[in-house]
């Protein structure tokens, strides 16, 4: 099982990651079925999208196979000093059986860490997975090789990227 000492965080950018994370609420936070399980797969597929088509980190999160789908493992911290600084408001909205949890920005991000590759593959991956609710994003997330390929409470190995099908790999490959 994963546990919070075991995790490398040399390549972890907790700066980008923030403004990563406030852009994104920023851009979606407010659509109806965008919650907490949303934003995880955001950034997953954000992560994970970027690597396989680059084949570098774009934040250096890490990921844990969790039973909803992947999650980022320094969510809540960077929630915290998001909110802390008044750039994030969370606000549990009930949702028929169950308390979803909201994030709203009331202030711009600052973007500064970020090149336009970047947003343009942010602003993708948002485009991509903005409609999708809970549900349907957790079922989508379980069928990315990289998410199969580990066992439960592991962290993902980036690197599975490319042994995606056809409908998680945003690259082009040549044929042999």
């Not at 700066?15 to 851009?27: D, N, P």
């Not at 993708?124 to 609710?133: D, E, F, L």
């Not at 409470?153 to 599975?160: A, D, L, Q, S, V």
Request: aromatic content about 14%; charged content about 30%.
């Amino acid at each position: 099982m994963w546990k919070r000492g075991e995790i490398e965080d040399i390549e972890f950018d907790k700066e980008k990651f923030k403004q990563v994370l406030h852009y994104i609420i920023y851009q979606c936070g407010s659509l109806e079925n965008v919650g907490k399980t949303v934003l995880y797969k955001i950034l997953y597929f954000l992560d994970f999208d970027y690597y396989e088509l680059y084949e570098e980190k774009l934040t250096g999160e890490s990921y844990h196979k969790l039973p909803n789908g992947p999650g980022p493992v320094h969510f809540e911290e960077v929630m915290e000093e998001l909110k802390e600084d008044g750039k994030i408001v969370q606000l549990p909205i009930k949702r028929g059986d169950f308390i979803q949890q909201k994030f709203l920005s009331p202030k711009e991000p600052d973007i500064d860490l970020l090149n336009g590759v970047e947003l343009r593959t942010i602003n993708s991956v948002i485009a991509k997975c903005h409609s999708m609710g809970a549900r349907q994003i957790s079922a989508f997330s379980h069928g990315d090789i990289p998410y199969k390929a580990t066992k439960n409470g592991e962290i993902i190995n980036y690197e599975k990227v490319f042994y995606r099908d056809s409908l998680f790999s945003v690259r082009e490959y040549e044929d042999d």
